[in-house]
């Protein structure tokens, strides 16, 4: 699929939504990105993770990994589609790990994927709890990537489906704030 067609799924079905939103860092936006408005359709959720399987089809990749809760899905379909398995990291007590007996061994090709990127904080600490059991990473791959382009994975090659460059505010230089438009709360239209 292309990048449009990949923008047109999110579109389709809700996820990117336009309006005043209050994101959770607390600064405000005109566009949300609601993930699961498409993971809740199976049939979307395998086509964008096989876009994902197929770039990195030659890595040899042995295990695909996902920070929980949308990861936990996008791992499992594009280890589906790379014929791998699939395990995800959560967090305890504000700290990434593995649990449920999820291990890495040293030198095993893994993938990360994740739904959303904005600043990579998430997925950087899922590329720490990876590294630290030895693993080769051999990439991440995102649905989208919402940095502008911003965000750094070192050596760690980087694939996102969807480029994004949505400008967030803080709440004294919002324009949609200025100009008097209702704020939405995050993640629902409010219609």
């Known amino acids: 699929m292309t990048e449009e067609e990949r923008l047109d799924i999110f579109k389709k079905t809700g996820a990117l939504m336009e309006g005043h939103f209050l994101l959770s860092s607390g600064l405000h936006s005109k566009y949300y990105v609601e993930k699961f408005n498409v993971l809740q359709h199976p049939k979307y959720t395998e086509l964008l993770c096989r876009d994902i399987a197929e770039h990195f089809k030659d890595e040899k990749i042995e295990t695909v990994v996902g920070p929980m809760t949308g990861g936990i899905l996008l791992a499992h379909e594009t280890g589906k589609a790379l014929g791998t398995r699939s395990i995800f990291t ?102």
């Open 90 to 191: 959560e967090r305890v007590n504000g700290k990434m790990t593995f649990r449920r007996g999820f291990s890495i061994k040293p030198g095993e090709k893994v993938l990360l994927v994740e739904d959303i990127i904005t600043t990579g904080g998430s997925i950087k600490e899922v590329l720490d709890v990876v590294k630290s059991q030895g693993a080769d990473i051999r990439g991440v791959g995102c649905l989208v990537d919402r940095s502008g382009g911003n965000v750094d994975f070192g050596d760690v090659p980087f694939y996102p489906l969807i480029h994004l460059d949505i400008k967030t505010y803080t709440p004294d230089e919002c324009p949609l704030c200025h100009e008097g438009v209702p704020m939405t709360k995050r993640g629902r239209t409010g219609r």
